[in-house]
């Protein structure tokens, strides 16, 4: 049973015997002594993509909901449905585009390292891996001696995510983004 301070996008609780996966976590400090730290966390329902907002101290507990996990890779996009591969069984998995809409932009062709979480043996979500490997598609062009200035300039990715990167990087490098927070880490 997690607790509200473990809580991560794409778990999947329970909540009124409904299984519900988080989409967004607020956390707010209080500033007068002894308060407890509030977690704001907006979840959907898994069935009828309902939203409910709660509020949670850091010590509550919620209920892990009973899903299956599976490692599986991105195969293709098929219009607004995308279909993922067991790595084991080679059994396909398909989800529409708008359950995973905010996990799109770190979807490339041959990813691996997803986890599906499945109930009653249907894809609901996916839990990337802490980083990927993207292309820059579109960026302005290197400054010369810019590895010493720590100013950053936007690029497009090659899956059309844009993110700040520093102003060394050029077109057709590949970089490592860290999922969590969509920031550069390094180049790849």
Known sequence: MPKASELKRGMVVEMVNEPYIVRDIEIRNPSSRGAATLYKVRFNHLKNKQK???????????????????????????????????????????????DIKDELGFISEGLDNLVAVLLEQQLIAIELPASVNLEIIETS???????????????????GLEVQVPEYIENGEKIKINTATAKFMSRA
Request: proline letters at 3%; charged letters at 30%.
């Open 141 to 159: 062009p290197a400054i010369k001696g810019a590895t010493a200035a720590a100013r950053t300039k936007p690029a497009t990715l090659s899956t």
């Open 52 to 98: 409910r907002d709660e509020s949670f101290k850091g010590e509550d507990f919620l209920k892990e909901a009973d899903c299956e996990r599976k490692l599986i890779q991105f195969s293709y996009q098929d219009g607004e449905t995308y279909v993922f591969m067991d790595n084991e069984t080679f059994e396909q998995y398909v989800i529409d585009g708008g």
